[in-house]
C-alpha cells in the first residue's frame, strides 16, 4: 500500500515509527520526572525487575544499547543509589548489575507506569496487541536481513 499524496515524511514508514518512538519517549519524561530517571535509565530497571541481576553485556543485549551509551546510564543509577555493579572474581572484565534495596522499591512505586501509557497511547487492547505483534515481526525481520 503506496500513498502518493501528502508532505513526502508523512509516506515514509521509518519516519511514522521514528515520532511515534519519540512521542512515547517524551510520554516517558513526564511519568518518571518525579523519580528524576530518564527512559532508557527506567528500562535498565524493567530489565532487572524482570529477569534479575544481568551482566553489562545482556543488559546492552536485551536492550539493544552499546556499553558506550550503557556505561555512564549504568554509573548514574550506581550514583543515585539504584543499582549496584560487582566484577566477577574470576574475570574482572565481567560487571554483573543488580538493583540494590532502593531499586527494588522503585518497582512497587512505578507499578501504575505502564498502565498510565496505555492510556496515553489511546488504543483498544485488540488494536495494541496487534501493533505490538506487527512492531515485533518488523524488528524480527529487520534483524534477520541485517545478518
Known sequence: MTE???PALDRMLCFSLYS???ATTQ????LLEP???TYPQYLVLVEL???GPRTVSQLGDGLGLDSGTLSPLLKRLEKAG???RTRADG???VVTVAPTERGTALR?????LPSQMWNCYGLEPDAARALLTALHSLTDTLHADAD
Not at 27 to 30: M, P, V
Not at 108 to 112: F, L, P, T
Open 4 to 6: 502518493t499524496t501528502g
Open 20 to 22: 511515534a518512538s519519540r
Open 27 to 30: 510520554g516517558y519524561r513526564r
Open 35 to 37: 523519580w528524576q530517571l
Open 49 to 51: 525487575w524482570d529477569r
Open 82 to 84: 539504584l543499582v549496584s
Open 91 to 93: 574475570d574482572g572484565r
Open 108 to 112: 512497587a512505586e512505578m507499578s501504575d
